[in-house]
């Protein structure tokens, strides 16, 4: 029995369709390992968003070359993003590289890792303007939680985004496939579903004709052993009150928002393409904290956006001061070849990074002054795990992978199961508690 490895990079959604190679992989008789070391291939699935993306992709595959020239891997299987970017350049730089498979073609993994195995080059970039097919999944996340990718492809043409391109236009999967890929993941013990997709607030859209995000969410909570969902990636010009509604009056739905804005100074957003403006922006927080108590916000920046000189930054950051988001992601501004932005004037790279430097160290102080406020309260907390003094887990303010976790004392701790903790400190700027004893 061949052995096969598989290293996934970049976002969520991606990792989506790793799991779903996996599957495919197993059922196809190859034995799945967790080390690269041995393999008889080893599959890469790369991200090729912004720069640092591609190049940990490409250190990655030479870091595959190195082993299998030393005979420790056999095949190199690279798929994603990357391959769907640079399809000619690869195959021409990396003959590191036995099989190259676009973002359309994930479904094809197995006869690509055959054809490798066999000596023969092999590529294949199917359609990725149709729907996915279904595929199943081999869950790597966690035993209790799973994303649920609801749609693929992108349609807000972002002058600095490249994904509309790599990823082709939105398609909404069908609420029914979505619904019974829920129910059948609960039914394996996931308790938390993390909704994904580039833009989950126009799932529907191009299938039904209307934005059925707020009906979804009601038919998830249907579902009787599934407790918490979790909802990232909601575009704030497409946040409706019916889909603030439906947040409110179920308790499942996580009062956990992961909106990103990328900027606030209306210059900016319009020569970005981003609808909406700051003012709109500022009014759709207030509305959410007023009609949503409690609700922690996430969201995503980029400084040093084409227009952005100090007015425009300092703008930016008064708003992070004084909205005080609970959790955002900073990055440099990354300027990215066949996008609008990419011929536009913009910062250099040097001030690009000093300006996240000041918003990271921000968001810091911010993050503490939350984390501090929580001492006192009681919240339950989804238990994953022991570290030799602490138990630790994630509460509703906590998103796995992107945010930190809740550390806590006690006995009669119920693992990978949702725990009472009384929050009394703070640990590395994490919530320290207590277990309260049902």
């Given amino acids: 029995m061949n052995k096969v490895g598989l290293i996934s990079l970049g976002c969520a959604k991606n990792l989506v369709n790793s799991e779903q190679m996996l599957y495919l992989l197993r059922e196809a008789g190859y034995e799945i390992s967790g080390d690269t070391d041995g393999a008889d291939a080893v599959v890469v699935n790369t991200c090729g968003f912004i ?9 990655t595959i030479l870091a595959l070359g190195r082993a299998k020239k030393d005979g420790r891997i056999k095949r190199i299987i690279v798929a994603g993003c990357l391959s769907e970017r640079y399809k000619d ?40 303007s149709i729907p996915d097919p279904e595929v199943d999944r081999v869950i790597t996340t966690s035993s209790v ?32 496939n979505i619904l019974r890929e829920a129910e059948e993941l609960v039914s394996r013990g996931i308790r938390e579903l993390i909704i994904v997709a580039q833009d989950t607030t126009r799932y529907g859209l191009d299938l039904y004709g209307e934005r059925r995000l707020a009906e979804l969410l009601e038919k998830l909570c249907g579902i009787k052993d599934l407790k918490w969902i979790r909802l990232h990636y909601l575009y704030p010009d497409e946040i409706s009150d019916m889909l603030i509604d439906v947040i409110a009056k179920n308790d499942k739905i996580l009062k956990y928002l992961d909106i990103p804005i990328q900027h606030i100074n ?83 790279s040097e001030t690009a990074c000093a300006r996240a430097e000041a918003i990271m160290a921000l968001q810091s102080g911010i993050l503490d002054s939350f984390s501090k406020s929580r001492i006192g309260s009681v919240t339950p907390v989804l238990v994953e795990g022991f570290d030799g003094t602490y138990y630790y887990g994630r509460s509703y303010a906590e998103s796995p992978e992107i945010d930190g976790l809740v550390y806590f004392s006690g006995d009669n701790v119920k693992m990978n199961d949702f725990n ?19």
């Fill in 266 to 348: 209306d210059g900016i957003l319009q020569r970005m393409c981003r609808r909406g403006t700051g003012a709109d922006i500022r009014a759709l927080f207030k509305k959410l904290r007023d009609r949503l108590p409690g609700v922690v916000l996430r969201t995503s920046l980029i400084t040093g956006l084409p227009g952005e000189g100090e007015p425009e930054f300092k703008e930016l950051f008064d708003f992070l001061k004084d909205a005080k988001i609970e959790r955002a992601g900073v990055f440099p501004y990354s300027p990215e070849e066949g996008t609008k932005a990419a011929v536009m004037e913009y910062p250099d």
């Fill in 51 to 59: 720069e640092s993306a591609k190049m940990e992709a490409i250190e």
């Fill in 89 to 128: 350049e690869m195959l021409e730089e990396l003959p590191e590289i036995d099989a190259l498979v676009g973002v359309g073609s994930y479904q094809d993994i197995v006869a690509a890792v055959r054809t490798a195995l066999g000596g023969k080059l092999y590529t294949k970039f199917g359609d990725n």
């Fill in 145 to 176: 939680w799973a994303y649920l990718k609801i749609a693929e492809g992108c349609d807000n043409r972002c002058a600095y985004c490249v994904i509309p391109d790599i990823r082709g236009r939105f398609r909404s999967r069908p609420l029914e």
């Fill in 420 to 438: 009472l903790v009384r929050i009394n400190d703070t640990l590395d700027g994490e919530p320290l508690g207590v277990l309260v004893e049902e």
